[in-house]
């Protein structure tokens, strides 16, 4: 695998003349963009003012024609900006995965099972709709590893019956057999309960968590300050998470920098890091010459790749028990 500094140059080297021309178009879709939204805004004005009699005498025909608004608004967007937006994955983000590793296959329009999501048994709520992009799957030193950008959400109805989606996650799901196996079931979340509500109280309300397995409580007070542990087994959760381990996830934290969930299920580790967003999708409304964008797209490839090094076992924990 490349390391950070190797992909860096190869982004700016390589890619710079591909980046420079894609960013000549994206000024050519902003611009179309923006006209688009000036006369589409002015239309739907003067919609409004010509039918202000009969709109204003109905709350529903004002909420109809605003989601009519919007609807149409996003599908334009999406039809102005998607030959871009294809591009310069297949000219950009697939050369990246590539030079990170050549083992690693991409596909812009696929993402990790639904399946294999919901086996992670990293959110208790349930998954009603899930998407996603940007799908990478291959080997890397005899571990199969696959990851992709996934927007899980869950329906709800209202009293009126009135139907919404609620987001249980978004950002980057990311699955590593390793071809051994745990008999039991071990999750990681980041510890907002004691985070927001102090010690006492939020060890209170992680111990009695109904939707999840037994807390477990460990020895590294750094740790638990970034992190709860339930498991099905206290003896093998702790035996997971050694010292060693503890701190690569610490670092890990810092580094990702966003909230991480881990689980340990039969063959697997699998890592949700919520962005909220859809990473490897370009901006429209930022240049792709700015330092700090371009090293977003690099480092988040890095690490993607590099959660392997990250979370490298010994032989004896990856042994079967």
């Not at 996003?74 to 590539?98: C, G, N, R, T, W």
Request: hydrophobic letters at 40%; charged letters at 25%.
């Amino acid at each position: 695998m490349k390391n950070l500094s190797e992909l860096t140059d190869f982004y700016y080297k390589t890619l710079y003349p591909t980046l420079k021309r894609l960013e000549a178009d994206r000024k050519k879709v902003r611009y179309r963009i923006f006209l688009f939204g000036i006369s589409y805004t002015l239309i739907y004005a003067l919609l409004i003012v010509t039918l202000k009699n009969i709109l204003f005498q109905s709350f529903d025909a004002i909420g109809f024609i605003g989601i009519i608004y919007i609807a149409i608004g996003a599908f334009i967007y999406k039809m102005l900006s998607k030959d871009y937006i294809k591009e310069f994955k297949q000219k950009v983000i697939h050369p990246l995965i590539k030079e990170l590793d050549n083992n690693l296959n991409y596909d812009s329009s696929s993402h990790v099972p639904a399946k294999i999501f919901r086996q992670s048994k990293l959110f208790t709520s349930s998954i009603d709709r899930l998407n996603g992009n940007d799908f990478v799957k291959g080997k890397i030193d005899d571990v199969k590893l696959q990851f992709s950008d996934i927007h899980a959400q869950k329906r709800h109805k209202s009293s009126k019956g009135k139907e919404s989606w609620n987001t249980v996650f978004q950002g980057l799901f990311i699955v590593a057999e390793f071809n051994k196996h745990f008999k039991e079931k071990t999750v990681i979340l980041p510890d907002s309960a004691q985070n927001m509500f102090g010690d006492m109280i939020g060890n209170w309300l992680q111990s009695n968590n109904v939707s999840r397995d037994k807390l477990v409580k460990m020895d590294s007070p750094a740790f638990e300050k970034e992190f709860v542990v339930y498991s099905t087994d206290q003896i093998e959760a702790r035996y997971i998470l050694s010292h060693a381990l503890m701190e690569r996830l610490l670092n890990f934290k810092k580094k990702s920098s966003h909230p991480v969930y881990i689980s340990f299920i039969g063959d697997s580790i699998h890592m949700a890091i919520e962005y909220n967003k859809d990473l490897f999708e370009p901006s429209i409304f930022r240049s792709l010459l700015d330092y700090k964008i371009a090293m977003e797209y690099v480092q988040t490839l890095h690490l993607c790749i590099g959660i392997i090094d990250e979370l490298k076992l010994n032989e004896k924990l990856w042994s079967k028990r």
